[in-house]
């Protein structure tokens, strides 16, 4: 007999593909930019079937991954809280997770320094929670394992 844990998801599909709510700003707005990313298992395989969460702090949208891990969310960059820099949280929700996990994503062209959790960090972790200037977007993957996993925080 299998147990709650050994059939988790894929399920995250059914309720996303009703409305659009992958958007933080509107493509028009000064400042805005697409965030984009896939996410990756440990031997860097499109994980299909997932949904990525971001929050800039009161504001959340989400995005289902299409068939190769792929995510997009429309942004400007959230204000900075006291004694951070600006970042966002990001929730991940894939199969096999009986609990999603949490990451930030910072951005590339901040004193991210000066944040007290990315300054506690060792620079091979601190890489992996920044975002990627490519072609006008930022670009953030997340490796839910391997060699170059992407640093997750209790919560």
Known sequence: MRTPSQTVGPYYIIGLGRRDDSSLADR???GSLQLIGALLDGQETAIADGMIEI???ERWARSATDSEG???????KPTTRPGE???FDVFVFARGLLRHQLTRIYFPDEP????PVFASLSDEQRETLLGVTEG?????????QGDRATVFFEH
């Open 136 to 144: 006008g977007s930022l670009r953030f993957d997340i490796r839910m």
């Open 70 to 76: 792929r995510f997009s969310f429309t942004v400007t």
């Open 55 to 57: 929050w800039d702090g």
């Open 28 to 30: 028009s707005d000064d």
């Open 112 to 115: 991210n320094e000066a944040d």
């Open 85 to 87: 820099t600006p970042r």
